[in-house]
């Protein structure tokens, strides 16, 4: 990984500010000690220290620990101490009154957070202590502006039949920005409590009653991470621009649905260390008398080459 992608986060504002605040808002000066779990170039292991951390340890097994390292020593930090690891290979790890990881993805879990910081909480957080972030809720929207999906359309327009590539790109999640104008009412379909849910398989079911004809495109997913209570980090296309964006997630064709009709939205993941990020998702088309129009099911597994 290039540095560069470590000076987006360190652009990206609204990141850096709303972890400054849940920071400030839980350490004691010269009292509470930190663990900064994938902690990249430092920044929030520095915020830690600047704010008055007696001592904090800073986890990481990417290359970008040598640069964490330099950065350390050239801003005098002398109660920031490197640990060249994954947390969850650390033997007898110094015990903190905070844990703060910032390792999060446009798919929120695709870091694995969840597998890290429930081993965080049972081996490294001292009885009493808190996690930053502690919640995270993802939300999905069915998209019905067809600006996205269009992008599709290409593989029509060759003069071959490249339906066995469309297909496989369709399989597919992209990173993209969303307007609210395009989106239906978004719902919740998962809830994580960091360091207390250690399953990584995660599920949800979601349906809208539609008030009035709409195409459906795809679903738009995104999340909310809840750093401490009242201070939240969030993905949505009304919130404040991150270098986070939205996830679109296609369908394999457009939904044409009527007025009191049911759209019903399907999602589940499996993220693990081991295992990588598996994604699929499922939709449903169920008109005004409750009878089943057309589903479709896509799986991110399938939108890989052989």
């Given at each position: 990984?290039?540095?560069?992608?470590?000076?987006?986060?360190?652009?990206?504002?609204?990141?850096?500010?709303?972890?400054?605040?849940?920071?400030a808002?839980?350490?004691?000066?010269?009292?509470?000690?930190?663990?900064?779990?994938?902690?990249?170039?430092?920044?929030?292991?520095?915020?830690?220290?600047?704010?008055?951390?007696?001592?904090?340890?800073?986890?990481?097994?990417?290359?970008?620990?040598?640069?964490?390292?330099?950065?350390?020593?050239?801003?005098?930090?002398?109660?920031?101490?490197?640990?060249?690891?994954?947390?969850t290979?650390?033997?007898?790890?110094?015990?903190?009154?905070?844990?703060?990881?910032?390792?999060?993805?446009?798919?929120?879990?695709?870091?694995?957070?969840?597998?890290?910081?429930?081993?965080?909480?049972?081996?490294?957080?001292?009885?009493?202590?808190?996690?930053?972030?502690?919640?995270?809720?993802?939300?999905?929207?069915?998209?019905?502006?067809p600006?996205?999906?269009?992008?599709?359309a290409?593989?029509?327009?060759?003069?071959?039949?490249?339906?066995?590539?469309?297909?496989?790109?369709?399989?597919?999640?992209?990173?993209?920005?969303?307007?609210?104008?395009?989106?239906?009412?978004?719902?919740?379909?998962?809830?994580?409590?960091?360091?207390?849910?250690?399953?990584?398989?995660?599920?949800?079911?979601?349906?809208?009653?539609?008030?009035?004809?709409?195409?459906?495109?795809?679903?738009?997913?995104?999340?909310?991470?809840?750093?401490?209570?009242?201070?939240?980090?969030?993905?949505?296309?009304?919130?404040?621009?991150?270098?986070?964006?939205q996830?679109?997630?296609?369908?394999?064709?457009?939904?044409?649905?009527?007025?009191?009709?049911?759209?019903?939205?399907?999602?589940?993941?499996?993220?693990?260390?081991?295992?990588?990020?598996?994604?699929?998702?499922?939709?449903?088309?169920?008109d005004?008398?409750?009878?089943?129009?057309?589903?479709?099911?896509?799986?991110?597994?399938?939108?890989?080459?052989?």
């Amino acid at each position: 990984m290039r540095i560069e992608y470590h000076r987006t986060l360190i652009a990206d504002r609204p990141r850096n500010e709303a972890f400054q605040k849940a920071l400030a808002s839980v350490i004691r000066e010269g009292e509470t000690t930190v663990a900064d779990i994938g902690t990249g170039t430092g920044l929030l292991a520095l915020m830690a220290s600047k704010l008055g951390a007696r001592d904090v340890y800073l986890y990481e097994v990417a290359e970008v620990g040598a640069v964490a390292e330099a950065l350390i020593e050239a801003n005098s930090a002398q109660n920031c101490h490197l640990i060249p690891c994954h947390s969850t290979e650390m033997v007898e790890p110094p015990q903190v009154d905070v844990i703060v990881s910032e390792t999060l993805g446009n798919y929120a879990l695709e870091e694995h957070i969840i597998e890290t910081l429930a081993d965080a909480k049972a081996r490294f957080l001292k009885p009493g202590g808190v996690m930053i972030p502690q919640r995270i809720v993802q939300y999905v929207a069915p998209v019905i502006a067809p600006r996205i999906q269009n992008e599709f359309a290409v593989w029509d327009e060759t003069g071959f039949d490249m339906s066995i590539a469309r297909t496989m790109s369709l399989n597919n999640i992209y990173v993209r920005t969303l307007k609210p104008d395009e989106l239906l009412a978004a719902k919740i379909w998962d809830t994580v409590e960091l360091g207390s849910d250690a399953d990584g398989a995660r599920s949800g079911e979601v349906s809208w009653q539609l008030a009035a004809d709409a195409t459906v495109y795809g679903f738009v997913v995104w999340w909310d991470a809840e750093l401490v209570p009242g201070i939240t980090l969030s993905t949505a296309p009304d919130a404040a621009p991150t270098h986070w964006e939205q996830l679109y997630f296609p369908l394999l064709s457009p939904i044409a649905a009527k007025s009191g009709d049911t759209i019903h939205a399907i999602l589940q993941s499996h993220t693990s260390q081991e295992g990588g990020t598996h994604v699929a998702w499922a939709a449903a088309h169920v008109d005004a008398n409750g009878k089943e129009v057309a589903q479709q099911s896509l799986n991110l597994d399938n939108g890989y080459l052989p």
